[in-house]
């Protein structure tokens, strides 16, 4: 069982991109998907928010769920990937079954319009 303190070396390991402080938290048994109660984050997000594309593959390599959301980033590995232009960790997580999120709706009605007619947009 992941204790806290574990999955806050490997959680700061993968955030500052050291790999091999990443596979030993990961040899010693800590759960690649374990997120604390607290924190809500995934080591596999934070790797791909800090550019860390090694990290990140590491992690995948050892079974990270790629559709995994982090609560505290507030998204999901693939937007991760994309914001920090990791566009090969992008592709492998969508081999492994992610998806991109569909873009947020667009609301429509009469002040929509009304809004648009005088931003001129």
């Avoid at 806050?8 to 596979?23: C, I, S, T, Y």
């Avoid at 999901?76 to 994309?82: C, D, L, M, Y």
Wanted: charged fraction near 30%; include cysteine; proline fraction near 7%.
């Amino acid at each position: 069982m992941t204790t806290g303190a574990e999955w806050k070396d490997m959680f700061h390991a993968a955030r500052d991109g050291d790999v091999e402080m990443v596979r030993f938290q990961l040899d010693a048994g800590v759960d690649v998907d374990y997120a604390h109660p607290e924190m809500q984050s995934t080591a596999l997000v934070e790797a791909c928010l800090g550019g860390h594309r090694e990290v990140a593959h590491l992690l995948l390599d050892r079974g990270a769920d790629p559709t995994l959301a982090s609560d505290m980033e507030e998204c999901t590995p693939i937007e991760a990937a994309r914001r920090s232009g990791l566009d090969d960790v992008v592709l492998r997580l969508r081999s492994l079954g992610a998806q991109e999120p569909p873009p947020p709706a667009k609301p429509r009605g009469p002040v929509v319009r009304w809004l648009s007619r005088i931003s001129g947009r």
